[in-house]
């Protein structure tokens, strides 16, 4: 089974999608970059919370800049997802914008089941 880590301090958002994804996929959930980062290279797709706020001994580092961190620090980097809220599914475009360095990107407003096939195609186009 595809391990999937979701760095986001949303824990409902967290919750919701490790429930709707247990069928398919091993999710782990991090409130934390910092805690994230002890094993980033474990997971097939990390699903990066945009504005995750850093907690208080923490690197400031939004969604970006941490696609942008595990890029050049690990060799072979796991599928990098930006999720957004500030993103409308319709405008996509616009989180391109935002972080280039993404794999893809998920509008949190797509909802459950949409993400979860978009989730299911980038790991099939990774091991296809």
């Known amino acids: 089974m595809?391990?999937?880590?979701v760095v986001?301090?949303?824990e409902n958002w967290c919750l919701v999608i490790k429930r709707f994804f247990?069928?398919?996929?091993?999710?782990?959930t991090?409130?934390?970059v910092s805690i994230f980062l002890h094993e980033p290279s474990n997971y097939d797709l990390v699903i990066?919370?945009?504005?995750i706020p850093p907690a208080s001994y923490e690197k400031d580092m939004d969604g970006c800049q941490l696609i942008c961190h595990l890029k050049a620090t690990l060799p072979?980097?796991?599928l990098l997802v930006l999720a957004t809220g500030f993103v409308s599914k319709n405008n996509l475009e616009a989180g391109n914008q935002i972080c280039?360095?993404?794999?893809?990107?998920?509008s949190k407003d797509a909802g459950l089941?949409?993400?979860l096939q978009q989730t299911k195609q980038l790991i099939a186009s990774r091991n296809g």
């Open 2 to 5: 595809h391990k999937i880590a």
């Open 8 to 10: 986001d301090d949303d």
């Open 22 to 28: 247990r069928n398919d996929f091993e999710v782990s």
């Open 30 to 32: 991090f409130k934390r």
């Open 48 to 51: 990066v919370d945009f504005s």
């Open 76 to 78: 072979n980097p796991p």
């Open 100 to 106: 280039p360095q993404a794999d893809d990107f998920f």
């Open 113 to 115: 089941e949409e993400i």
